[in-house]
């Protein structure tokens, strides 16, 4: 039987998940008369499931919330089919628990919102517009039909791979080592940032699939000290339709080391563009941002026929700060400034593919 502290915590959560908003506001509310001038009341919880190791749940067409049992480790090999309806998934650890381990998650149909911590798991929103937050390890999730939000960090391990299937989805991937996210159909927003431990196994991917897909990758231009400089580029991919590439270069927070091993010009292979069509599809530089003190001196393309590919090099320098280069390959030959535009400035001077 839960304490008093724990039942307490326990409704308090369901109280803050009930009153967020995962999506249009209108989905979150039944309309009755008399409730305003709206005419809208809040959709309520009907039930609240404790999921803890090893339990299956199966949801109906009402609004269910699923919280781990504040007396339970965790949900090694739980199971939740939350049904129809609006429902709530949060699956966080708690107290350093080890969240949902070797388990299943399926929103079903409604416009569900699933926060889960764990590995070796498969999310899945089902038809609506869901969304899914999560932090994982070696996981799969799937948005499936409709105009899914997720969010998903995913740590240097085994990676795991997120598809929002049909639907117009916003997929972020910040903050992930391993992440391999598809667009699928429909117009989709992907975000991924910075690169990936170079090592069997490890990549940063986001393939937008069919539909005039956005791809925006984020790129960190301040080197570490002792900056380990085995890290391979994120790899993007455009699909079917008319593509977006963006690249936002940002600056961290590190300091440049003072020691003689430290290179005359840092090199960052920011990404690879493996689809760039000229003509349909469009890539910038956000150069926007802070850049600690840098400044975009050139912008250089570099061909190679034999590759079929461009690479272009962006001379960042910065008064005492040590020069670094940005790399960015294109697999396209013919490439020119006109295929490439900036945000907020622009290099000095730009150097054409030699001729």
């Known amino acids: ?30 309309t009755e ?38 007396e339970a480790s965790g949900g090694i090999g739980a199971s939740i089919d939350a049904g129809g309806g609006d429902d709530i998934v949060n699956l966080t650890r708690l107290g350093g628990g080890i969240g949902l381990v070797g388990g299943q998650v ?54 795991s791979t997120v598809n929002g299937g049909d639907g117009d989805d916003t997929i972020d991937g910040s903050g992930s080592d391993n992440i391999s996210l598809l667009g699928g ?23 937008g699939g069919d539909g005039d897909d956005t791809l925006t990758h984020e790129v960190d231009v301040f080197p570490l000290t002792s900056q380990d400089p085995a890290f391979a580029p994120a790899f993007l991919t455009g699909g079917d339709g008319a593509d977006a590439f963006e690249l936002r270069l940002t600056s961290d927070n590190g300091v440049f ?28 530089f956000d150069l926007s941002g802070s850049l600690a003190g840098y400044s975009v001196m050139t912008g250089t393309l570099v061909e190679d026929t034999d590759a079929g590919s461009t690479e272009i090099i962006l001379r960042l320098s910065g008064g005492s700060l040590p020069d670094q280069d940005v790399r960015v390959t294109v697999a396209t ?15 000095g001077t730009l150097t054409p593919v030699a001729a």
């Open 33 to 70: 008369e008399g409730a305003g001038e709206t005419g809208e009341t809040p959709t309520t919880v009907e039930e609240i499931i404790l999921v803890e190791n090893g339990t299956d749940h199966s949801g109906d067409a009402g609004r269910q919330a699923y919280l781990f049992d504040p």
């Open 106 to 159: 399926a929103g079903g149909a409604g416009n569900d919102a699933i926060s889960v911590e764990g590995e070796q798991s498969t999310l899945s929103g089902g038809a609506g517009d869901d969304t899914i937050l999560g932090e994982l390890l070696a996981s799969e999730v799937n948005g499936d039909g409709g105009n899914d939000s997720i969010s998903v960090v995913s740590g240097p391990s085994d990676a």
């Open 1 to 30: 039987m839960l304490g008093a502290t724990a039942l307490l915590g326990l409704l308090g959560s369901v109280a803050i998940l009930s009153l967020l908003d995962f999506g249009d506001d209108t989905d979150d509310c039944d």
């Open 257 to 284: 080391s003072p020691s003689a091993e430290d290179p005359d010009v840092f090199e960052t292979d920011a990404a690879v563009i493996t689809d760039f069509e000229q003509g349909t599809d469009t890539l910038s």
């Open 185 to 207: 159909a429909g117009n989709d927003s992907i975000t991924t940032e910075g690169g990936t431990p170079v090592g069997t196994g490890y990549r940063i991917s986001a393939d």
């Open 333 to 347: 030959t013919g490439l020119s400034w006109d295929d490439v535009s900036f945000i907020g400035t622009q290099p």
